[in-house]
């Protein structure tokens, strides 16, 4: 597959602005004006990722990042025009992967673009298989199992951030530590990224997500993985 986005931006200017910019970045760029396109060009000829604004004509870019998560665990980004909390917490709960508000910089978002394709692939360094608990991991294959189980849909920012977690056992890993290594990039970082994939992966691996057996939160100083 090549380096295909997904920009479903529903005013022109902008959405023209974006696409010649990763255009230039070397993309390929496919466009789209509203939330319900934006899901039939997917349908038809599916991207490396997608730029999802959330403030869509018709169906909005909340259920248009739910839509593409039921049958796709392609990296999304959503566009915000509010830094409010509350909205992009709930982007990024709807399936986001990242974020970026406008007015962004082209340069910027090339780079969360880049980042997130980078971590597509699994790094030389790890291992075959991880295990804790009844779970499985299989970092070359993409792969997270029960043990003798069925497969547990993640999308690739959960699958690698597991990852992470999971290749430093009883280690506490800081926010900035994780934000480097998933989504690679510190310095434009926002804890609330690592904060909210951490609340999906629990929800898919903890036998009770309230009381956590298996990522622990230590305050003050990040998660860790307890086997």
């Known amino acids: 597959m090549s380096n295909r986005i997904l920009v479903v931006e529903d005013d022109e200017r902008i959405r023209s602005s974006i696409r010649l ?4 970045e070397g993309y390929e760029v496919d466009e789209a004006g509203s939330g319900e396109e934006g899901l039939d060009r997917f ?4 991207c490396e990722l997608a730029l999802v604004d959330l403030m869509l004509p018709g169906m909005d870019g909340f259920e248009c990042c739910r839509a593409l998560r039921r049958v796709s665990a392609v990296p999304i980004i959503i566009v915000t025009a509010r ?3 509350h909205d992009v917490v709930a982007g990024l709960e709807a399936g986001a992967d990242d974020y970026v508000t406008k ?4 340069k910027e978002l090339a780079a969360r673009i880049r980042a997130l394709l980078r971590r597509s692939r699994p ?3 790890e291992p075959a298989v ?10 070359d294959e993409g792969v997270l199992r029960r043990v003798g ?4 849909h993640c999308t690739r920012t959960e699958f690698h951030l597991l990852c992470e977690l999971a290749s430093n056992p009883n280690k506490v890993l800081s926010r900035e530590h994780l934000l480097d290594k998933v989504w690679g990039y510190d ?5 609330r990224l690592v904060d909210v994939h951490i609340r999906r992966l629990r929800t898919k691996i903890e036998p009770d997500p309230a009381l956590p057996r298996y990522i622990l939160t230590v305050r003050g100083m990040g998660y860790k993985l307890v086997p």
């Open 21 to 24: 910019s990763l255009e230039g």
């Open 43 to 46: 349908g038809k000829e599916p």
């Open 83 to 85: 830094t409010d909390t």
């Open 123 to 125: 790094t030389e360094d």
């Open 149 to 152: 189980g069925d497969e547990i």
């Open 103 to 106: 007015p962004f910089v082209a």
């Open 130 to 139: 991880l295990t804790f608990g009844d779970l499985e991991i299989l970092p």
């Open 187 to 191: 310095y434009f970082g926002d804890g």
